[in-house]
């Protein structure tokens, strides 16, 4: 059974914890717009000492530090501040590089609205920047890009084309995460110029650049064609000898997605749980937990990890458990003996799993689940 897509969208900011993507969640069809946010400022709104317009003015004004003051603020607001748009998408042109850069940090963060103009010319503007001569203006044109989600698929070609950027490995996996985004479809399947263009990516030398790779994979899923898919699962498989755990750890994980959940990939993610190094841990733990009740299994192995001297992994380990939605008894009261704990944040999550796997009328202790559907084992 194929996951469903929900559950994979969800997930896709903790892929970051790992120092993966630039990322927010994808893998999803909703409309890269998104809905307007019910906070979206007036421009009377007090903003740090002053009206929200005189912000936006200022973002034209004749001083350059003044101007990159207002666009950092923009950036701050994220995207309530929309009005501020047309004034970013100006300061794209500006011939200083770091007003440019500033420009593009607050469009990753306000987005481009829903008007088509200010769309329009906000992808011609970035995709343009692509071509940038300074470095670092490609690299933040590469993630505004990314953030703007799929209504930047006119610019997809130049994403491509900047893949083998070798200005910057950032700005390669800057790239590879701003396909991940923009090539998602959740009804024709993902745009295989961008699968193509990723999957040539095996060589790249550049471990996180690799690891954006295959996050990128993993998040636009299968494609519609019965061949691309088998091409992008070879593809994939090439990844599972990678000697970075996290590319070997996603690749397996893109290979669940595209094709089904089996016991090797889940045994050989699980035995990346005692790996010494705590991020690797993390990742392993929340993979598990993105797979949900198919990695029933792997439940007593998250319980050891109840004892891990690392908080974080702790905290994942009971996040984990209860999504995998396993409330047997020893689940029960490994995750009681945490309300034990001297870290207030442990405390709090193993008190809210409890509370979630005995009112979720899924798990199979539930209460609310008929007594011959319980179970007592994983």
């Known amino acids: 059974m194929r996951y469903a897509i929900g559950g994979w969208a969800a997930a896709m900011a903790l892929l ?13 069809d909703k409309d890269s717009r998104g809905s307007e946010m019910s906070t979206r400022l007036s421009a009377a709104t007090d903003v740090y000492g002053k009206p929200f317009s005189k912000w936006i003015d200022e973002i034209l004004d004749l001083d350059p530090g003044v101007r990159e003051n207002a666009m950092r603020v923009m950036a701050m607001i994220g995207p309530a501040a929309k009005d501020a748009v047309p004034n970013l998408l100006v300061e794209l042109r500006d011939n200083d590089t770091g007003l440019r850069v500033n420009a593009c940090l607050a469009l990753a963060s306000t987005g481009l609205g829903k008007e088509e103009k200010n769309i329009q010319k906000g992808v011609e503007a970035l995709q343009r920047l692509l071509k940038d001569p300074q470095s670092i203006v490609r690299f933040h044109a590469a993630t505004a890009l990314g953030f703007v989600g799929k209504d930047a698929k006119p610019a997809l070609g130049s994403l491509v084309t900047g893949l083998s950027d070798q200005g910057s490995w950032e700005i390669r996996k800057a790239v590879a995460f ?3 985004m923009v090539a998602y479809d959740a009804k024709d399947g993902p745009d295989m110029k961008a699968i193509r263009a990723l ?28 061949a691309d898919k088998k091409s992008v699962l070879t593809t994939l498989r090439r990844f599972f000898a990678d000697k970075d755990p996290l590319v070997s750890l996603w690749a397996r994980m893109a290979v669940m ?4 959940v ?37 439940v007593l192995d998250l319980v050891a990890l109840l004892d891990d001297k690392n908080p974080d992994v702790v905290v994942a380990a009971i996040t984990a458990l209860a999504s995998i939605r396993q409330p047997i008894p020893r689940v029960l009261t490994a995750l009681g003996n945490k309300l034990k704990s001297e870290d207030e944040g442990i405390r709090y999550a193993a008190g809210q799993a409890i509370n979630f796997l005995k009112s979720n009328p899924n798990s199979p202790n539930s209460p609310n ?6 179970a007592d084992t994983p």
């Open 257 to 260: 997605r595209i094709e089904k």
């Open 199 to 226: 999957q040539g990516m095996t060589r790249e030398p550049c471990a996180q650049v690799r690891l954006e790779v295959v996050t990128a994979l993993f998040k636009l899923g299968p494609p519609a064609d019965e």
């Open 16 to 28: 970051a914890a790992g120092g993966s993507v630039c990322a927010q969640a994808s893998g999803s």
């Open 262 to 298: 089996s016991d090797d990939q889940l045994t050989a993610i699980a035995k990346m749980l005692k790996d010494p190094r705590a991020y690797v841990r993390v990742q392993a733990v929340q993979a598990l937990g993105m797979v949900g009740p198919q990695a029933k299994e792997q």
């Open 369 to 374: 689940r008929p007594a011959a559907q319980k």
């Open 178 to 180: 701003a396909l991940g």
